[in-house]
């Protein structure tokens, strides 16, 4: 029996988690939100719920969900290739975040 070379941990694990991970559009946006955004946004706002296409993503503070709301269009740019197009009806910007965490 031939040995076979270690494998890293990381690469197994994200395979299991991709394959049972939820096959929602929520679930789609979560996963790639802080890619489409970066970091600093993603640090302060995060999907949290979807309706009929509709994303709504909470914000630590109401001035947060303004910028946001400001840019929606950019951001939707960003995620349509990442959760395919046309899957994403809109965005929808709270102040709740505190509650969601």
């Given at each position: 029996?031939?040995?076979?070379?270690?494998?890293?941990?990381?690469?197994?694990?994200?395979?299991?988690?991709?394959?049972?991970?939820?096959?929602?559009l929520l679930a789609d946006v979560q996963r790639v939100w802080a890619e489409a955004c970066g970091e600093a946004i993603a640090a302060a706002a995060e999907p949290v719920s979807e309706r009929r296409g509709?994303?709504?993503?909470?914000?630590?503070?109401?001035?947060?969900?303004?910028?946001?709301?400001?840019?929606?269009?950019?951001?939707?740019?960003?995620?349509?290739?990442?959760?395919?197009?046309?899957?994403?009806?809109?965005?929808?910007?709270?102040?709740?975040?505190?509650?969601?965490?």
């Open positions: 029996m031939a040995e076979r070379d270690p494998r890293r941990l990381g690469d197994s694990l994200s395979r299991v988690i991709a394959d049972q991970a939820p096959k929602t509709r994303v709504t993503i909470a914000c630590e503070s109401g001035a947060w969900a303004q910028e946001l709301e400001l840019i929606s269009g950019t951001l939707l740019a960003r995620l349509e290739p990442l959760v395919g197009e046309n899957r994403i009806t809109g965005l929808r910007f709270t102040a709740d975040l505190s509650r969601h965490r």
